[in-house]
Nanobody
């Protein structure tokens, strides 16, 4: 499944952005969707995941670094998964990717996320 991530940009510290992930020709209902990020010179970090809605799995997980600031959600009617990012910090600067795991759970292994989008740049700077 081909994924498309969008919504990145330049924002000041303390600001907000909402990222979107969609698949133009596939229903995301059957997939757990994860958001990952990678900053220059750093390893990829798993940010947040949501279970597949086909099995009514609405569980979500967050990295400790974003808990209380980021929220992942689905809009099944629009075939979109969002990552609402509030209280952004400079250390949130990275390329953000969405990825899909077939019939996955919010705690599925990263290796189970076999389909990846192209990434969207988030830059938090004054």
């Amino acid at each position: 499944v081909q994924l498309q991530a969008s919504g990145g940009g330049l924002v000041q510290p303390g600001g907000s952005l909402r990222l979107s992930c969609t698949a133009p020709r596939f229903s995301l209902d059957y997939y757990a969707i994860g958001w990952f990020r990678q900053a220059p010179g750093k390893e990829r970090e798993r940010v947040s995941c949501i279970g597949n809605s086909y099995k009514s799995d609405n569980n979500v997980t967050y990295a400790d670094s974003v808990k209380g600031r980021f929220t992942i959600s689905r809009d099944n009617a629009k075939n979109l998964v969002y990552l609402q990012m509030n209280s952004l910090k400079p250390e949130d600067t990275a390329v953000y990717y969405c990825a899909a795991a077939w019939l996955g759970r919010s705690d599925s292994r990263t290796a189970d996320f076999g389909s990846w989008g192209q990434g969207t740049q988030v830059t938090v700077s004054s």
